[in-house]
């Protein structure tokens, strides 16, 4: 459980996303504009400075090399590579009239869901006919802002948590896109907005994130009362585990027994159970992470002064740095690499700069 | 002043309402009638008990058990079935829960509340902090020393997470 590599951007990363084979990522760096590095030299490759607005969602789909973008700006973008290597939008036409908060495509990659301030899902999927992404809107039950989606394995079930303070489970099935999807606990018959789970956040608090387990029989979602909830419809188990830090915004499942949640705690965490036996395991603290000694301290001041924009001696040298790897928030956790067991490795990026690869 | 005197959400045909935030099991503990009764009889005298309170006997037992002495079961009893909820009909009642929660704790010994604290489950610390700052909003009327004492016993064992769930949870004692 130790990290792997750790870069340092000199700005916040609001959202990350690798290629396929990890040569290449794309960041949001909290303005209108995507970067994408190359994950060895680190240098940057190209800019896609298309939206108007901040770039709030990002995804890379691993096996048609696409990348969907979507903003404040209400509008998403799907970036094709030309074989000369330049990225070429296309605009999608997402109809909402808010920000849109979040991108995820679908595990098929045949379509994508927009999140949006609109208390509204747009499913978004290619119309042959018309040589444009056009979408179809999930409203029903949503009663506010939508800040998370996930996609079911099945291509069809959509995860969706939002400001309403509910974690949701619809239907995102579209004629002619899907064939019909085989009966799971959520459900047999699965026409378009089928509402099939709808859960309740206890203590109150947005839903930050929601997850599908690996086999889509369980459902997880975090929200900003510091409490991570598992669902299992088959059996109608749901534990909430109210945790003593400070609330989670990002989380990925490990297999079908384990998760790792991140977020304003600056560190990693570790959940495991199953059914109604759930519980918090350990957080990855900086005492566990084997760091690279850095006892050069006029170096570390310099950095401190340029990253942090700390000057006084004192403080530089290293009294207000955390005792996590991330020195502030992490925004996104997502899968690096996977064995036959699940994930082996996920990374990491925070408001700090950091992407981080950590091994399981 | 509000800038706008037209409010616009009521306009609005799918406005958020505030019963609409509380989770479906947030239903009040009282019902308006039991929670009069309640602030009526507890004004009084405690141990007459009329008969439309017994809807919520759980209440009942923890306000009998704090007369009869027993501080500790009576912190339990209230920390797990609190008063809660938004309405002019729950003031009272909540205002009698919150004093008498606040009067366990100032009358428990100050080296007793890491003890005590360590014996609650988490749902019933996130309620125990809950009522720690409902006695900060009324300074005057509550000894703040004493609240600070277990405070600070409480984050120890709860965390942040329980001051985040104070903040973020709609169901205010």
């Known amino acids: ?360 | 002043m509000a800038f706008r005197k037209i409010d616009v959400d009521s306009i609005e045909e799918d406005f958020f309402r505030e019963a609409d935030f509380l989770p479906a099991d947030a239903a009040f503990a009282l019902s308006p009638d039991e929670a009069q009764s309640l602030a009526q009889t507890t004004a009084g005298e405690p141990m007459s008990v009329p008969v439309c309170c017994e809807g919520s006997p759980s209440y009942l037992t923890f306000l009998r058990a704090f007369a009869s002495g027993d501080p500790k079961a009576a912190l339990v009893k209230a920390l797990t079935s609190p008063v809660y909820g938004s309405g002019e009909h729950l003031d009272a009642a909540k205002a009698i829960a919150g004093k008498t929660v606040i009067d366990i704790l100032s009358a428990t010994k100050s080296t007793e509340a890491a003890s005590i604290v360590a014996t609650l489950t988490s749902e019933q610390r996130d309620w125990l902090l809950k009522y720690l700052y409902r006695g900060f909003a009324h300074p005057e009327s509550v000894n703040c020393a004493t609240l600070l004492t277990w405070h600070e016993k409480l984050v120890e064992v709860a965390g942040s997470g329980a001051i985040i769930r104070v903040l973020t949870d709609r169901r205010t004692v």
């Open chain 1, 1 to 360: 459980m130790t990290s792997i590599t750790d870069h340092l951007f000199p700005f916040g990363i609001a959202a990350h996303a690798y290629n396929k084979d990890r040569s290449q990522v794309a960041v949001c760096l909290d303005t209108s504009d995507v970067h994408i590095y190359d994950t060895t030299s680190w240098t940057l490759l190209t800019k896609l400075t298309e939206h108007d607005e901040l770039v709030t969602g990002i995804d890379w789909a691993p096996e048609t090399n696409r990348i969907v973008t979507c903003s404040q700006d209400r509008n998403a973008y799907v970036w094709t590579q030309e074989p000369n290597g330049t990225w070429k939008p296309t605009l999608v036409l997402l109809r909402i009239n808010r920000a849109a908060t979040h991108v995820r495509w679908s595990p098929r990659e045949d379509k994508f869901a927009v999140a949006s301030g609109a208390r509204c899902v747009a499913i978004c999927y290619f119309e042959e006919d018309n040589d444009w992404w056009v979408s179809k809107h999930l409203k029903k039950p949503i009663r506010s802002t939508v800040l998370c989606v996930d996609w079911h394995p099945n291509n069809v079930l959509l995860a969706v948590g939002g400001a309403d303070m509910r974690a949701y489970v619809l239907s995102a099935y579209i004629k002619g896109v899907d064939s019909k999807p085989p009966p799971s606990p959520w459900g047999e018959k699965l026409p378009f907005n089928t509402i099939c789970a709808e859960y309740v956040n206890p203590a109150g608090g947005w839903i930050h994130s929601v997850a599908f387990s690996p086999s889509g029989d369980a459902l997880a979602f975090t929200g900003h009362d510091a409490c991570i909830t598992l669902a299992y419809p088959g059996t109608g188990a749901v534990t909430t585990i109210p945790t003593d830090r400070l609330p989670y915004l990002s989380m990925v499942w490990i297999n079908e027994h384990r998760l790792v949640a991140a977020g304003h705690d600056c560190a990693p965490a570790y959940f495991e159970g199953q059914g109604d036996q759930w519980q918090f395991v350990k957080a990855l603290d900086a005492k566990e992470v084997k760091k690279a000694a850095n006892t050069n301290s006029a170096f570390n001041m310099f950095k401190q002064m340029d990253s942090r924009g700390i000057t006084s001696k004192n403080t530089a040298e290293g009294k207000t740095e955390l005792s996590t790897l991330h020195q502030n928030t992490i925004t996104m956790v997502r899968a690096f690499r996977r064995s036959s067991e699940g994930v082996s490795e996920f990374s990491t990026s925070g408001v700090d700069g950091r992407l981080v690869v950590w091994a399981v």
